[in-house]
């Protein structure tokens, strides 16, 4: 696998597999927003294939960077990929100096998150139909 970095818009790889992921399996109406236009996207490619997204933007009410629209095509999951693309997010947010990276769980997904170092904070919250939950790790 590799994972390729894309600034100043959104590549079509990743919104294939966020549409894939978000709008199709899961039913969320509004995944595509403008902070696409400005967030750095991680694209994971198996080949030439695109089978995992993630993106980060730096979120100025948190005063932290911010991963989400973490996403593994449905026959990728359970290899670790999402951890990888975590990872290697959180290294290159590192060499741009963040120390702390927040996102925003499905709840069904905090213990993913957990077991790779993020720990909750406040309260669950609604997204769409979806409950949510904040979360931040120290790097």
Known sequence: MTIKTYKNGCPDEAMYIRQTVFVDEQKFVDEFDE???TATHFVMFDGEKPV???R???DENENAYHIGRVAILKEY???H???EIMLFAENELKKSGADRVTLSAQV???GF???IGYTPYGEEYFDQYCPHIAMEKKL
């Open 35 to 37: 902070t696409d236009n």
């Open 52 to 54: 995992g997204c993630a």
């Open 56 to 58: 980060a933007f730096f």
């Open 77 to 79: 999951r359970g290899q």
């Open 81 to 83: 990929l999402g951890e």
């Open 108 to 110: 069904r997904a905090s």
């Open 113 to 115: 998150y957990k077991a």
